[in-house]
């Protein structure tokens, strides 16, 4: 599997799939890292893995349509044929999706349907609910409402802070993410 990671900021589940490709425990090659934010730490991490990177922004070209376009065309140049979005911030467009049908996977912190959009963790802690956690699915057109591959549960307790929740959801992510990409590809090594 040839994998391109779409990350928009930290990189903190980009360096865990990463160290896990690198260790062996994952067939297959992270032969991109793509991210919409020049400044983002996930390209200094990139460079750190010896990982190709590239960094570009929708608002360097005039329609979010070029964009992707771009993006694809990097996609096609790599033989990408899987892609893993770790924080990336955007919503993908049509033209990728088609390119991409059943091959793009992304983390939401959790549990879906339930919080969806840009703030799950904080949505989840200021309702007050007594547990969330992680989602890993399938991106379609939607905000975060793809096809659910897998999902864990965090218990929020009366001592947690916003701070102590977004730990625990983050050392959630770590371990399912590297473990779900694994076994998807294990999967479909196995059908082909
Ligand atoms: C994660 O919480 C993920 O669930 C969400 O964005 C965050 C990315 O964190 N989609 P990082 O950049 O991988 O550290």
Redesign the pocket.
Known sequence: MRIAVF?S??????QVIAEAVKAGKIDGEIVLLFSDNKQAK?LERAEQLGIPHVSFSPKDFSEKSIYEGEILHLLEEKKVNFIVL??YMRLIGPALLEAFPEKII????SLLPQFPGLH??RDAYEARVKETG?TVHYVDKGVDTGPIIAQERVIITEDDTMSSLEDK??QV?HRLYPEVLKKIIENRERRA
């Open positions: 990350a900021g930290n990189g903190s589940n980009f996930v770790a924080g992304n983390i939401h912190p799950g963790i992680v959801i983050h992510e």
